[in-house]
């Protein structure tokens, strides 16, 4: 069983950046791909950014790709995004999911373990 709290969401307004952080706990971290995934009010939760186990490999989705960086440290059992020039339509609830699989994926089907959430709020 893996726990997951994330962190580091607030307001920010357009253009501005934020950081967020999902520490975990439970059984080994380093063993597990880890995810970032969001949800827009009124819309299906969709794929963000995904992180192989040793943090060799990153995915990331066409929308974000070139703002947000994924990143893991494996002693300290977190992963971060960094998110950069953001928009408004990068408002909504980020989730922080781990599979039980090393190898990082883009289906949300393949995730086994999910944070609460994170509320990201851009304005302009």
């Known amino acids: 069983q893996v726990q997951l709290v994330e962190s580091g969401g607030g307001s920010v307004q357009a253009g501005g950046s934020l950081r967020l952080s999902c520490a975990a706990s439970g059984r080994s971290f380093s063993d597990n791909a880890m995810g970032w995934f969001r949800q827009a009010p009124g819309k299906e939760r969709e794929f963000v950014s995904a992180i192989k186990w040793n943090g060799g490999n990153t995915y990331y989705a066409d929308s974000v790709k070139g703002r947000f960086t994924i990143s893991r440290d494996n002693a300290k059992k977190k992963v971060y995004l960094q998110m950069n020039s953001l928009t408004l339509e990068d408002t909504a609830v980020y989730y922080c999911?781990?599979?039980?699989?090393?190898?990082?994926?883009?289906?949300?089907?393949?995730?086994?373990?999910w944070g609460q959430g994170t509320q990201v709020t851009v304005s302009s």
């Open positions: 999911a781990a599979r039980r699989s090393s190898r990082a994926t883009i289906q949300i089907h393949d995730y086994d373990y």
